[in-house]
């Protein structure tokens, strides 16, 4: 990975910022609406900016951002649509831990996803094939490919191609949250997969599995932060211009007592050290998604109570924040299983766990 | 899936029914929740998702179907008296019911809420509203064509201001009721009104006077199919779609003075006693919907080869604990309220012998002009809020509207924990099951917001529990339009009056009588 500038890092992270502001938030709504036309459009701009491909270096087509450059830009698009934020965490997780060869062989602008799954539980590999299934699988409709992550003792990543013989995706319909990441539930049955990189070794460029899922947790937090984010911006400025009792309702102790918790949070949001190495300690991942995503859904659910009846209504757009929250919490782990894992790393008495 | 809670007895759900000492037949409200429990069973779970998808795709889409079911199960009458042909039944018996229907789906559940909180003005009224609509919507029930009620109350600008009588003092109120000949055209946008754009009757608040909105806060029966009326949108909602949520727009409504419920200037007061009524049952909606989660995601760890083991963790032994612990609490503190209103403040006034010796008139006796016309005269509604003061009084009902605001507050906050608690459980792996505890999740968050904010529901119990401050929570003896005052009034609002007021007047055969 080329080391960027200063200056590159802030130019990058004002781009997604405007990009967010000027053309995702007015899309928000279309977005959760399950629009593909207004994802396809969104997502051409993304891949025009480079993010789509933030963490791959230039002689890959990438813009040759790090880690914390990349959460921070992921971080600014999250306050314009979370799904979309969503969109560019999952692709960029994939392709990272994509080998040479495989990475030559993706078209420029396709969007893939990681996926992680329980081996044995959802799916097996087996002689370079993959069975069972796969429920939710967040970006996972209309990806062009998936990268799917097993989660077991050794993290193994495997490349998917979606339109392979033996796989089949289904959207899901019921997806509450982050719905500009489109789900699917992924039925393989003897679908070829090739294994990625391993980069675990040092021998390539390419993202370890057990980084790349530490990559989505921090990802994740990034994601909630910026929704959290955005959910304050919307409430503070309803305290302001709503009044009950005759005064804005920003003066009753009741509303300004919500907001004054929601700044808190975002105060007290941890930060992903700002280096730019291309690995996450895993304790830290783990550890930012538990308190970002549990603090988002905090912000969110009260943003909505700000509001009142009026923010329960879909067109005011702050309902849709509470639900992408609650994705963040459960993506890719419910946070009672990120506390489990974060406990069983410091039970072995190691900071970063497999991958550190 | 089995309904685990619902197995246990109502004494053992709530131990306080066991000693009975709080005037209750346990054996009838246990019928009404079996009653209830097998409509929901057989008509309400079953399309729960699938009314929720088609309303998330046509927020105006309605299943009167399943309103048709709920009448034949007795679902829209529990609350109407006896002599209109009810069941009699108050706070206590529409809590119970809910609690039952919104295990199953709080939005469907919420048509029969809605309509039940649309009746409860009409309670208030006395006698003099039985053998009017309430007897229609009985016979509604039974043909097989049945009616539904709504309540209206909240406004663009005024929201929260709505709920409370101090914060109406200086609510930004826009609707206003001008008196005219033989009664009042209400003109007035009503927003986020559940059952708005089904309901054939509407009970409906706001002031004669918007300079004096406290004061001159009256509630109106409308008939939606007036001239004037009309449903203005319905709301696309995050969760308990199944019951739309309207914005009506009234034009110039004709309200003829027999259907203004209770006395004019008492609408403030009425709306208290009306969510002291009402806050029990919205506490058992929110615990009715944590039952649903706890109940579904239990049975999913029990049953379902995805959880295999998931029972045997500790971290899934604790959080089902807590689960079981805050659903307890928050049916303690709903009966409780409910109770303590139907035996303590408000039982008395509607079971007096006064009233009861009234039920015993033939409702043909009381159809006949002299009867009706006094059951409506200004001094039956004088006399109706002399029984109330006689059988409670101001504290009582505050204590009741606190408590009731407790279990409100509360049950709101159970559903939010339980149901995020249970999906965080489940997690999006879950198949089927997720679908349901999300939308169970999304519905619970109403319940921190209607029937008043969870946190003006608070200050609510801070007035009335922590500080003992007693609110105006009764009209008074003596109306707040004195005879001077309506006689100006009405003065005024002839002055004002046209030539089209009076022949929209005429048309409704009410004109010419003030």
Redesign the interface.
């Known amino acids: 990975m080329t080391e960027t500038t200063v200056a590159e890092r802030a130019e990058m992270r004002a781009m997604a910022r405007e990009l967010a502001r000027r053309e995702l938030a007015p899309r928000a709504a279309s977005l959760d609406a399950g629009g593909q036309d207004v994802l396809a459009e969104c997502w051409r701009l993304l891949v025009e900016l480079g993010l789509d491909r933030a963490l791959l270096d230039e002689q890959h087509g990438g813009a040759g951002l790090g880690v914390s450059d990349l959460l921070a830009s992921i971080e600014e698009l999250a306050v314009g649509d979370g799904g979309i934020a969503m969109c560019v965490l999952l692709c960029n997780a994939a392709l990272a831990t994509l080998a040479d060869e495989q990475l030559a062989e993706v078209p420029w602008g396709a969007r893939w996803a990681l996926v992680p799954a329980?081996p044995e539980?959802?799916v097996t590999v087996l002689g370079g094939a993959l069975d069972g299934r796969?429920?939710?699988a967040?970006g996972a409709h209309g990806a062009y490919g998936l990268v799917v992550l097993l989660d077991g003792p050794v993290p193994m990543t495997w490349a998917l191609d979606t339109g392979a013989a033996g796989s089949r995706l289904e959207r899901d319909?019921?997806q509450?949250g982050l719905r500009a990441a489109p789900?699917a539930s992924v039925e393989v049955t003897g679908a070829a997969c090739a294994p990625t990189a391993d980069g675990s070794d040092g021998s390539s460029t390419a993202m370890s599995a057990a980084s790349a899922l530490a990559l989505l947790r921090a990802g994740t937090a990034a994601i909630a932060h910026g929704i959290a984010r955005r959910a304050y911006e919307m409430a503070l400025e309803y305290a302001h211009a709503r009044?009950?009792?005759?005064v804005a309702i920003i003066e009753?102790d009741?509303?300004s007592d919500m907001l004054s918790a929601m700044a808190v949070r975002l105060a007290c949001w941890p930060q992903i050290a700002a280096d730019n190495r291309s690995e996450i300690d895993q304790a830290q991942a783990l550890a930012a998604k538990i308190a970002a995503t549990d603090a988002a859904?905090a912000s969110t659910?009260d943003a909505?109570?700000v509001f009142?009846?009026?923010?329960?209504?879909?067109?005011t757009g702050i309902?849709k924040l509470?639900?992408d929250a609650?994705?963040c919490?459960?993506?890719p782990?419910?946070?009672?299983?990120a506390?489990?894992e974060l406990m069983r790393s410091q039970r072995a008495g190691r900071t970063a766990m497999r991958g550190g | 899936m089995a309904s685990i809670t619902a197995e246990r007895s109502l004494r053992e759900q709530y131990p306080r029914l066991a000693s009975g000492s709080e005037g209750i037949d346990v054996r009838e409200l246990e019928r009404l929740r079996a009653r209830a429990r097998r409509f929901a069973d057989e008509h309400v779970r079953p399309r729960a998702l699938e009314i929720d998808?088609r309303t998330g795709e046509d927020p105006g889409w309605f299943d009167w179907d399943l309103v048709r079911a709920g009448a034949q199960a007795g679902m829209l009458s529990f609350l109407i008296p006896k002599p209109a042909g009810g069941a009699g039944g108050l706070s206590t018996q529409a809590a119970v019911v809910m609690e039952e229907l919104c295990a199953a789906c709080p939005g469907i559940a919420l048509i029969f809420g809605a309509h039940a909180l649309g009746i409860s003005p009409l309670l208030l009224g006395g006698p003099s509203q039985w053998d009017g609509v309430l007897a229609e919507l009985v016979a509604s029930e039974h043909s097989g064509e049945p009616q539904l009620m709504a309540c209206a109350i909240?406004e663009p600008?005024?929201?929260?201001?709505v709920e409370d009588p101090?914060?109406l003092r200086?609510?930004?109120i826009t609707s206003h009721a001008h008196r005219v000949p033989g009664g009042f055209r209400l003109s007035a946008t009503k927003?986020?009104i559940s059952n708005g754009s089904v309901a054939r009757w509407i009970t409906v608040l706001m002031p004669t006077d918007p300079r004096r909105a406290a004061e001159t806060w009256t509630c109106f029966l409308v008939d939606t199919r007036s001239e004037g009326f009309t449903v203005s949108r319905v709301?696309?909602?995050?969760?308990q779609r199944a019951c739309p949520?309207a914005e009506l727009t009234f034009d110039g409504v004709f309200v003829p003075d027999e259907r203004v419920v209770g006395r004019e200037g008492d609408g403030a007061p009425e709306t208290m006693i009306v969510l002291a009524c009402s806050r029990p049952p919205v506490g058992a909606i929110a615990t009715g919907i944590a039952r649903g989660a706890y109940e579904r995601v239990l049975s999913w760890l029990e049953e379902d080869r995805?959880a295999t083991g998931l029972l045997e963790r500790q971290?899934v032994q604790l959080?089902l604990a807590g689960m079981e612990e805050e659903i307890h609490l928050a049916r303690q503190l709903y009966m409780d309220a409910a109770t303590e209103l139907d035996h303590a403040a408000l039982g008395s006034a509607m079971s007096h012998p006064a009233v009861r010796a009234l039920g015993h008139v033939p409702a043909s006796i009381r159809g006949r002009a002299p009867v009706r016309g006094w059951l409506h005269s200004g001094r039956a509604r004088d006399a109706t809020v002399a029984l109330l003061h006689r059988t409670t009084s101001e504290r009582a009902v505050t204590r009741s509207l606190a408590l009731s605001s407790m279990a409100k507050a509360r049950g709101g906050d159970v559903a939010?924990r339980v149901t995020?608690a249970a999906?965080?459980?489940?997690?999006?792996?879950?198949?089927p099951l997720?679908?349901e505890l999300?939308k169970l999740?999304?519905d619970a968050?109403?319940c921190?917001?209607?029937e008043g904010?969870?946190?003006?529901n608070?200050?609510e119990v801070y007035r009335g529990l922590c500080r003992s401050e007693t609110i105006g929570c009764l009209p008074p003896l003596r109306g707040h339009l004195d005879t001077d005052e309506r006689a100006h009034t009405n003065a005024d609002a002839r002055a004002h009056l046209d030539s089209d007021a009076l022949q929209h007047a005429s048309v409704d055969g009410d004109g010419g009588r003030s």
Request: net charge positive; with cysteine.
């Open positions: 329980a539980v959802e796969l429920a939710c967040l319909l019921a509450m789900a009044r009950q009792g005759g009753h009741a509303v859904v659910t909505v109570q009142g009846g009026t923010g329960y209504m879909v067109e309902e509470m639900r609650k994705y919490q459960l993506f782990e419910p946070n009672w299983v506390h489990d | 998808r909240t600008e005024a929201g929260t201001d101090d914060l200086r609510a930004r927003r986020f709301e696309h909602k995050m969760g949520a995805a971290h959080a939010m995020g999906l965080e459980l489940a997690g999006l792996r879950a198949g997720r679908a999300e999740w999304r968050k109403l921190q917001i209607y904010t969870n946190q003006l608070r200050l």
